[in-house]
DNA sequence: AATAATAATGCAACAGCGTTGCAAATGACA
DNA sequence: TGTCATTTGCAACGCTGTTGCATTATTATT
């Protein structure tokens, strides 16, 4: 696993520290989109803001994380495919769910196209679902059931 | 026009102020989305920063305006449906152009319906789509071909 | 293993966004 | 015209994100 960072780091030639190795572990572990807020959280007490804020852009700019658009604030998810510098390509869903907030890639979920008005061109595509996640509608089915 | 705006705030509860009539004012007269950052540009001299957060929030409350996922920021436009307090809806396509900077309603372009894993339930849909608008996409091209 | 070159970090400071509390001003309506 | 609820302006604050600069760490090279 250790390994894996240090791999993946190499990969987008970016030198191994101690924030960037931590910061990318923390996406694995969380699995979901997360905010700088997120991310300070867990790790201010061993690395300042401002790292993290620009580990965060460097991550995307190499094309390791991808920008999640949210209704608050901009939230961060792993590049599952494989992106470069020159080649971020996501065009899956995203889903927050109200309920519990977190907000996820459905990767395998693509965005359909749309057919824009005569002239114009599209190049990025953002599609935010919200509502309840699997588990958040079971467990509320279950409240309401219970009264 | 005076009337319409009056009319407008009346019929969603609201008290004529100042302020509420030049935020419904610039919202028509611009015809596209705007930031905070816009209003205030335009209203700052005769308004308060605050007062204009506030008429915003009011505006988003009572159904005038949507907000309007946008990759940097929050953006608002008014609701050509009709909308209340308790039923917003809004499914249709959100276009920002790269170059000029606008975001646009894309009105009659409605989110097309996705197929989400068992047990997720939507209850809002939020579709930005970036790119060049007609306007851009021509100008550009008529940039190139002078090359 | 030591070094030099380059890149990343921490700190301080700053600008912008958005909110809150409170006193003063204003709009709606009798 | 006066009353009352609502709205406004002001001051202050916290959070987000950025920049410049001196220090420190990583990498490649010898």
Chains 1, 2 share one sequence.
Do not use: W
């Not at 190795?21 to 997120?38: C, K, M, N, P, Y």
């Not at 998810?77 to 494989?82: G, I, K, N, T, Y």
């Not at 020159?86 to 749309?114: M, R, S, W």
């Amino acid at each position: 696993m250790e390994q894996t960072i240090n791999d993946t780091l190499r990969e987008h030639n970016l030198r191994s520290t101690g924030c960037r190795e931590e910061v990318l572990q923390t996406f694995l572990a969380r699995a979901t989109a997360l905010s700088h807020g997120d991310l300070e959280g867990d790790l201010k007490d061993r690395f300042d803001r401002v790292t993290i804020y620009r580990t965060l852009k460097t991550f995307l700019e190499k094309g390791i994380i991808h920008k999640v658009l949210d209704d608050e604030g901009a939230r961060y998810a792993l590049c599952r495919e494989h992106c470069t510098e020159d080649d971020h390509h996501h065009d899956h869903v995203h889903f927050k769910c109200n309920e519990c907030g977190q907000t996820n890639c459905l990767e395998n979920l693509h965005v359909p196209a749309v057919q824009l008005p005569t002239g114009y061109r599209a190049q990025e595509t953002n599609l935010l679902i919200q509502g309840l996640c699997a588990d958040c509608a079971k467990s509320l089915d279950g409240r309401a059931r219970a009264f």
